[in-house]
């Protein structure tokens, strides 16, 4: 029977040589076994299939990505997003505002959503207090970040010491701070057989092909379609192909195809590791010297630990990854710690709730401790960016999404 995780365990982890906690949890199709699941697909519309080899008996499988260690990454970080807005937990978070009224679209950006996370070019061309964000006092602590000074770090964007983070698009490029990643997860499903997938549409029109051919209009305005029948000396059919077919305006009945599509499988599997050999690599020291305090960075790599298995259970409880793709799990969730070579890991439990009431103490103790963490930092997009964005949403909503 696991037992309790608590956060001793995790701080004891920390204080001594345990390699890393892991979680492998086994899934079935929410359809049941044997029930086709759909894999992200890749350039060019492929899946991700690979050979695995069963270490106990040899054996090679044949195995599909279902979701990929960056796909796992953002669903940690929304489910942490979601935990910090339901009040949940306070997180430091740097959070940029699209609403601006020339915008035909508002959102908001922050930095548990963000590609580059703290480092993304969304917060560099943002204003914190009418200055630029990379050259604002709390931007700068990017600009000295490394695995020997992370505090600042830790207090801006704790996320980006546990999911990595490139800081490419900085004033150093390339030379840029980098973090490993110290979780990763991934689902992935085996003995995975490809399957056939059909498309097809009957318009209740029944609109005809030779009822076309179908006209670019010029100046519809709102009071017409974008299309006409009228051939007008000039006008361009529909299409890239110039056919002006009535589909090109989505409408008329589509063959019924057919093409490949999905995957049977034996089972799913989602494997977590929570790295505390990457996380002990990392220093923090204090009143900006470079003095390592030992206790400082065991309670510091002790909260990125608990935030660390706090986003994978947060996340962990909803394996709906797409369309033709939730997963429910076989078992409940286990963590086991990897410490001494040889000996059978220790086996420990823990929920989601649970999860949280960890959290909350390392947060409290890395306060305790002198460590910062901030809460919600606010920037404002400067006008220029304002303006590409504002761009950018004329021409797809011009063209259509997805169009460069």
Known sequence: ????????????????????????????????PGD????????????ATEERI??????????VLLDSVQSQANRMELALLDAHRDGRVTLPLIVTRFDQEVLLKKFTVTSLEAPHRVADALFRDSLLDGVMFRKSEKGRLLDTADIRNATGLFGLCPTALLF??????????????????????????????????????IDPAQIRLGAGPLYAREGGGDSAPGWTLDDKAG????????????????????TPGIADGGFSISKAVQTTVVSLSALRRLRFP?????Q????????????????????????????????????IAQQAPVW???????ETPMRYELDADSAMVLLGQAIEEAKVAGLPWEGEIELIPHGELVELVRRSQELSSAQGEGED
């Open 1 to 32: 029977m696991p037992a309790e995780l608590t956060f001793q365990t995790v701080k004891e982890a920390l204080s001594g040589r345990a390699a890393a906690f892991r979680c492998v949890t086994d899934y079935q199709p929410a359809g049941g």
């Open 36 to 47: 086709k699941v759909f894999p992200p697909t890749y350039e060019g519309g492929k899946y």
């Open 54 to 63: 069963n270490p106990n008996t040899g054996e090679i499988r044949k195995c």
């Open 164 to 201: 990595g983070l490139w800081d490419s698009t900085g004033p150093r490029g390339g030379l840029g701070a980098k973090f490993q990643r110290a979780i990763v997860s991934e689902i992935v499903g085996y003995d995975a057989v490809p399957g056939v997938k059909t498309s097809s549409r």
């Open 235 to 254: 006008s361009k059919k529909l299409g890239k192909n110039g056919k002006g077919k009535p589909s090109e305006a989505n409408h008329g009945n589509v």
């Open 286 to 290: 204090l009143s900006g010297g470079n």
């Open 292 to 327: 390592p305090d030992t206790d400082v960075d065991i309670t510091a790599c002790t909260a990125l630990a608990v935030l660390g298995l706090a986003a994978a259970a947060l996340a962990r409880h909803d394996a709906d990854l797409r369309s033709r793709c939730q997963l």
């Open 336 to 342: 086991e710690l990897l410490d001494k070579p040889g």
